[in-house]
């Protein structure tokens, strides 16, 4: 009975065990609802497409060494374009996933606005941080700086770092410009003047603030150790969040490549021998070590959950010659033919087409490439989606959910994305520049400023001009009128223009935004001193 009895209770146990163990196993396999995915979302300023080493390998650059194997190991997106060719604008449609007719930023913001992003536009950080996200920006913010825009009120936990683009401001040791701008002027107590000086462009009465959370913390900042805090912050950041292991959204708004140019190298390069050339390939290097860092920390901490998406908001600055970056093959010939420029600020390929590279170990397969016609509106639609967030019902939305075409190999992307007017032909956002599939139609070209300072003239298209940029990626030669094709495409963009113009005119979600400037509005942090002077970092 006693030997019964125990052979019972044996069995019973084991029984218990393997079911323990089954179910143990169980869970490790499925991932807990807590473990949402962390993103890493890295921009860089004024890029060309032609910059990261992957995208012309026939080149043998080799600057850009840490990206190059982040493609390796991840997805090439090489037809994706920033969705404006201009700073606000194209990042306040990566953060709201809707054209700036929608979300009301149509041109940047300046020193002096007193606003920036309107308040009714819902932003990616604010989602994710009500889903239990901590929400981290590091960079150029550029969607206002006062009060209730500031990022750390649009849904950001922290904040690190400048305002706006790190030309609006004067510097102590200025960087690398065309034309080459004064160090502060610290004469005498601050007078804030917003007008930029007779040095064609330049800021020299208020100096460039580095902001932390809602604080000045340096002004004028150190342009030559900027790229070094950033790096640190980023490590910081993810470091602390695995600690907590709490999901994260990173923003990494790079200052790289805009000019002024500051990477390491002697202020002086004609008194050393660098040549000008050489300085954008550094700063090209060293914001590839600033990207490589931030991947680093990523695969140290939490690698097999972590998204990792790097692009930019916009194509090089023509007119700044040897410190402007590379559009590959996207020239725009047949406007610099014509005179004036074919990249930022224009709706050619070289203005909006941008390197990107997507990495997710496990997750998106390794050494791909995708074609797929996407944009940096995208982002937000995909990263929602990802994170099982639903975006608000009451806004019409633009971008896209890409999440089958990162993970699963689809190449189906936009059928038909619209590149906006941004500062050179035109009115400010209008949609008049379309593509669908290989063909692009131009209703407008022209008045953008080309190395040299030649200004192309601006010309309206009626009919547009098409291009089929399969045969003709230099936008060279547009589609002779008569043809069958150019009817076709016309008639199908014509088409499909007017029905996303009059989606817009009746969406009640559309915001506007508020332009106006104020000189008190700029940021200061003594205005007792030359250039609101102040240092208050450790």
Known sequence: MAEGFSLVLFSGMLMCGLLLHMISQHGANVKKPSEKPNFIVILADDIGWGDLDSNQPEEKANLTPYLNLMA?????????????????????????????????????FAVGSVAGLPLSEVILPQLLRKAGYYTAMIGKWHLGHNGLYSPIKRGFDYYLGIPYSNDMGCTDIPGYNLPQCPPCDSSGPQVIRLKRSGHGGCYSKVGLPLIENSSIVEQPLDLWTLADQYKSAATRIIQNARERGQPYLLYVALAHMHVPLSPRLPPDFSATGVRPDEVYAASLREMDDLVGAVKSASDDADKNNTLVWFTGDNGPWEQKCQFAGSVGPFKGKWQTSRGGGSAKRTTWEGGHRVPTVAYWPGRIPANTTSSALLSGMDIFPTL????????????????????????????????????????????????????????????????????????????????????????????ETPLEVETPEYQAVAERIARRREELLWDIASDESVSTADYSTDESAAPCCDPSLPVCRCHMLG
């Open 72 to 108: 390796e190991q991840g997805l090439r997106l090489t037809d994706f374009h920033s969705p404006a060719s201009t700073c606000s604008p194209s990042r306040a449609a990566i953060l709201t996933g809707r054209y700036g007719l929608r979300n009301g930023v149509t041109h940047n």
């Open 384 to 475: 929602l989606s990802l994170a099982g967030v639903t975006p608000p019902s009451d806004r019409r939305y633009d971008g896209i959910d890409a999440t089958n075409i990162l993970l699963n190999g689809e190449q189906n992307g936009h059928e038909f994305l619209f590149h906006p007017n941004s500062g050179a032909a035109g009115k400010f956002g209008d949609l008049q520049t379309v593509r669908t599939g290989k063909h692009k139609a131009f209703y407008i070209t022209g008045a953008a400023e080309a190395c040299g300072g030649a200004t192309g003239r601006q010309q309206l298209h009626d009919p547009p001009l098409i291009f089929d940029l399969q045969r003709d990626e230099a936008e």
